[in-house]
C-alpha cells in the first residue's frame, strides 16, 4: 500500500491524488473475500434450496398498520408489481433494513414470491440487505462536496463511529443532489449541510439525545427559504404576464390607447385582432403584387 498522496488499489497502483488540502489519504477501496466491492451482488444462487412460493397472507403475519400502507400503494397501479419498491420503503422503516421478515410480509401483501422482491431490494443501493444501525448517515463524497472536504469528514465520521455499529451505519454515498450546501450529510434521509470536521461529535450525540431534526435546524434543507421568497407571484420585472393585469391601468380612454401601443404584450401577433376577411387580397396576388381588377379589364 501507497503512503503518499495516491490511493493503491488491486486494479491500479496508483489512481488520481487527494486534493492537496486535505492531506494524503491512506485507504484502499476495501474489498471482501470473494473479491468484490459491492456486497451481494454476485452471489451465487443456492440451487439446492426449494423453488421459491408465495406466501400464504393467512400465515404471513404482517402488521395491520404496514398491510394497509402497503394496499394504499398498490391501488395507485393498474399492476402490483409497480408497488414494490414503495412497499420495500415501508418495509424498511418498519424492520430498518430488508429484513427475510420484511421480505416476506412485502411478498405476502403483494403476493409475488421472495425472490422477486429481493431482486429489487438487491438493485436498488438505498435498500439495506444487512442489518445495520439504528441512524444512517450518508455522507456525500461527489465532486463538490469532495472539493469542500468530504472525504476528511466521511473518515472523521467513520472513526467516531467504529465503536457504535449499533447506533450509526455510516458510508460514502455518490451524490445526493444537494451541491449548494456541500460538504453536506444525510441523517436517516434528513440533508443537512455545510458540515464542518468539528461538528462531527456533537453531531453523532444531537441524533442520539434529541433526534436527527435537533441538528443545526437552519442548515437543514427542508428549512432553508427560497432563492425567491417572491417566486409565484407577479412579476416584479419586464412586462406582465398574459395572467396578470396591468399595474396601475389607465382610467381613460386617450390613456388607454397610449398604454396599449406601448404594452409588449401587444405587440404579439397572437394578440393581434385579426383583418376584415373582404379586404385581405388572395396569396396569389399578394405575392405578384398585380391588382386583380385589372384582370377583368
Given at each position: 500500500?501507497?503512503?503518499?498522496?495516491?490511493?493503491?488499489?488491486?486494479?491500479?497502483?496508483?489512481?488520481?491524488?487527494?486534493?492537496?488540502?486535505?492531506?494524503?489519504?491512506?485507504?484502499?477501496?476495501?474489498?471482501?473475500?470473494?473479491?468484490?466491492?459491492?456486497?451481494?451482488?454476485?452471489?451465487?444462487?443456492?440451487?439446492?434450496?426449494?423453488?421459491?412460493?408465495?406466501?400464504?397472507?393467512a400465515t404471513t403475519p404482517v402488521p395491520d398498520h404496514l398491510r394497509i400502507e402497503i394496499e394504499g400503494y398498490?391501488?395507485?397501479?393498474?399492476?402490483?408489481?409497480?408497488?414494490?419498491?414503495?412497499?420495500?420503503?415501508?418495509?424498511?422503516?418498519?424492520?430498518?433494513?430488508?429484513?427475510?421478515?420484511?421480505?416476506?410480509?412485502?411478498?405476502?401483501?403483494?403476493?409475488?414470491?421472495?425472490?422477486?422482491?429481493?431482486?429489487?431490494?438487491?438493485?436498488?443501493?438505498?435498500?439495506?440487505?444487512?442489518?445495520?444501525?439504528?441512524?444512517?448517515?450518508?455522507?456525500?463524497?461527489?465532486?463538490?462536496?469532495?472539493?469542500?472536504?468530504?472525504?476528511?469528514?466521511?473518515?472523521?465520521?467513520?472513526?467516531?463511529?467504529?465503536?457504535?455499529?449499533?447506533?450509526?451505519?455510516?458510508?460514502?454515498f455518490e451524490c445526493l443532489g444537494a451541491c449548494d450546501i456541500a460538504p453536506m450529510i444525510s441523517i436517516d434521509?434528513?440533508?443537512?449541510?455545510?458540515?464542518?470536521?468539528?461538528?462531527?461529535?456533537?453531531?453523532?450525540?444531537?441524533?442520539?439525545?434529541?433526534?436527527?431534526?435537533?441538528?443545526?435546524?437552519?442548515?437543514?434543507?427542508?428549512?432553508?427559504?427560497?432563492?425567491?421568497?417572491?417566486?409565484?407571484?407577479?412579476?416584479?420585472?419586464?412586462?406582465?404576464?398574459?395572467?396578470?393585469?396591468?399595474?396601475?391601468?389607465?382610467?381613460?380612454?386617450?390613456?388607454?390607447?397610449?398604454?396599449?401601443?406601448?404594452?409588449?404584450?401587444?405587440?404579439?401577433?397572437?394578440?393581434?385582432?385579426?383583418?376584415?376577411?373582404?379586404?385581405?387580397?388572395?396569396?396569389?396576388?399578394?405575392?405578384?403584387?398585380?391588382?386583380?381588377?385589372?384582370?377583368?379589364?
Amino acid at each position: 500500500m501507497s503512503h503518499g498522496p495516491y490511493i493503491e488499489t488491486r486494479d491500479s497502483p496508483l489512481v488520481a491524488p487527494e486534493p492537496g488540502s486535505l492531506g494524503p489519504r491512506d485507504k484502499s477501496i476495501p474489498r471482501r473475500p470473494d473479491g468484490s466491492r459491492i456486497p451481494g451482488w454476485d452471489t451465487p444462487a443456492d440451487l439446492t434450496k426449494a423453488p421459491a412460493t408465495i406466501p400464504d397472507p393467512a400465515t404471513t403475519p404482517v402488521p395491520d398498520h404496514l398491510r394497509i400502507e402497503i394496499e394504499g400503494y398498490v391501488a395507485r397501479y393498474p399492476d402490483a408489481k409497480s408497488a414494490i419498491i414503495p412497499a420495500l420503503w415501508a418495509a424498511q422503516r418498519e424492520h430498518h433494513w430488508t429484513s427475510p421478515t420484511a421480505v416476506a410480509q412485502v411478498a405476502a401483501v403483494l403476493q409475488r414470491t421472495p425472490a422477486e422482491i429481493m431482486a429489487v431490494a438487491t438493485f436498488y443501493d438505498m435498500f439495506e440487505t444487512e442489518e445495520i444501525g439504528t441512524n444512517t448517515v450518508y455522507v456525500c463524497t461527489n465532486i463538490s462536496c469532495s472539493l469542500r472536504g468530504a472525504d476528511a469528514l466521511l473518515h472523521e465520521f467513520e472513526a467516531q463511529t467504529k465503536d457504535r455499529k449499533d447506533e450509526f451505519h455510516v458510508r460514502g454515498f455518490e451524490c445526493l443532489g444537494a451541491c449548494d450546501i456541500a460538504p453536506m450529510i444525510s441523517i436517516d434521509g434528513l440533508y443537512i449541510g455545510p458540515i464542518d470536521l468539528d461538528e462531527v461529535s456533537q453531531i453523532l450525540e444531537t441524533v442520539v439525545t434529541d433526534g436527527r431534526t435537533a441538528v443545526f435546524p437552519e442548515r437543514q434543507i427542508n428549512n432553508r427559504p427560497s432563492m425567491d421568497p417572491g417566486a409565484g407571484d407577479a412579476p416584479t420585472h419586464g412586462a406582465a404576464g398574459p395572467q396578470t393585469p396591468l399595474a396601475d391601468a389607465p382610467k381613460s380612454a386617450a390613456e388607454a390607447g397610449a398604454t396599449a401601443a406601448a404594452d409588449p404584450r401587444r405587440e404579439s401577433s397572437a394578440t393581434q385582432p385579426s383583418s376584415d376577411p373582404s379586404n385581405v387580397q388572395p396569396t396569389e396576388d399578394r405575392a405578384t403584387g398585380q391588382d386583380p381588377e385589372e384582370d377583368s379589364l
